[in-house]
């Protein structure tokens, strides 16, 4: 559910998390699986001291779990193709103000072409 990324940030690469693509079947909908699979996944990660935790997804949905759009906060995109209001960011206690930069995806999202949106 959550895959290792680093942020470039100035003083050094920085250790962090993204979000992954998360699906719950149809059938499953409106029952609060997908947000209790976040939410617990989030207490472990920050228990583990992870910084930061990214995502590429709704603002709608993932603002009530506490992400806020990263933009504004000192963090670049790690593709041009990823909507602004999608490029969303959670800080955890462990997150110091020097660790702004830019988010590097692991390989494994440009291998599948799965960063941002394609037109065509």
Known sequence: MFTRSLLDAE???VDVQVLSPLGVLPEFHRRGIGSALVRRGLEVLAERNVPLVF???DPG??????FEPAGGLGFRKPSLRIPDGA?????FPAHEPWMTGTLVYAEAF?????VGLRTA
């Open 11 to 13: 003083r050094r690469l």
């Open 55 to 57: 995502l590429e997804g």
């Open 61 to 66: 949905f993932y603002s009530r779990l506490g």
């Open 87 to 91: 490029f969303q960011v959670i800080r």
């Open 110 to 114: 440009w291998r599948h072409d799965s």
